[in-house]
T-cell receptor, first 115, second 113 residues
Framework: KAGVTQTPRYLIKTRGQQVTLSCSPI?????VSWYQQTPGQGLQFLFE???????NKGNFPGRFSGRQFSNSRSEMNVSTLELGDSALYLC??????????????FGEGSRLTVL | GNSVTQMEGPVTLSEEAFLTINCTYTATGYPSLFWYVQYPGEGLQLLLK?????DKGSNKGFEATYRKETTSFHLEKGSVQVSDSAVYFCALMIYNQGGKLIFGQGTELSVKP
């Protein structure tokens, strides 16, 4: 069974640009979550999608957005990039609906560097 | 609010030493508790979990017991190996907030031969 796939794995952008990251969950998983990992702030929850609807959202500015498609694949977008957005962005999927006791399966992440 | 506090690292041990990584939490609901591990250059992997008080999670020789009275979920292993070198994260998830893990800051473990 294929794991969570994130693309691209590495990317470099400049300040002011925007970026879109993609996540394909494990087949059959309907919940997709996104996390930002930085040395200073650690792992922080961005948002979670289930059945194309955002169910939970973390404390990030509106520049960070996401969506989920009918096949459960998800994308997140960061607009007007800032240097502080440099981070490893991790996607995780779960089944069934994520009632709070289930395991999240993480991808290897997309490492974003903002110059 | 909900939060997780882990002992700071890095922790350096010799092979076959006993490992304890402390984790305490604050939660307003009924959390499930997790330990995740991150090996260099990789994403997170679930190591073990416990979903209610007094549950013991175990995997690959690691254990942790959900202690509601002390709001703790300490990770232990009796004999560490070089291959256990990684960053360990304690995390909680509140019931009905599936997909939202609240992580501790992580503890880097280095095991020397």
């Amino acid at each position: 069974k294929a794991g969570v796939t994130q693309t691209p794995r590495y990317l470099i952008k400049t300040r002011g640009q925007q970026v879109t990251l993609s996540c394909s969950p494990i087949s059959g998983h309907r919940s997709v979550s996104w996390y930002q990992q930085t040395p200073g702030q650690g792992l922080q929850f961005l948002f979670e999608y289930f059945s194309e609807t955002q169910r939970n959202k973390g404390n990030f500015p509106g520049r960070f957005s996401g969506r989920q498609f009918s096949n459960s694949r998800s994308e997140m977008n960061v607009s007007t990039l800032e240097l502080g957005d440099s981070a490893l962005y991790l996607c995780a999927s779960s089944f069934p609906a994520g009632t709070g006791t289930g395991e999240l399966f993480f991808g290897e992440g997309s490492r974003l560097t903002v110059l | 609010g909900n939060s997780v506090t882990q002992m700071e690292g890095p922790v350096t041990l010799s092979e076959e030493a006993f490992l304890t990584i402390n984790c305490t939490y604050t939660a307003t609901g009924y959390p499930s508790l997790f330990w995740y591990v991150q090996y260099p250059g990789e994403g997170l992997q679930l190591l073990l979990k416990a979903t209610k008080a007094d549950d013991k999670g175990s995997n690959k020789g690691f254990e942790a017991t959900y202690r509601k009275e002390t709001t703790s979920f300490h990770l232990e292993k009796g004999s560490v190996q070089v291959s256990d070198s990684a960053v360990y994260f304690c995390a909680l998830m509140i019931y009905n907030q599936g997909g939202k893990l609240i992580f501790g800051q992580g503890t880097e473990l280095s095991v020397k031969p």
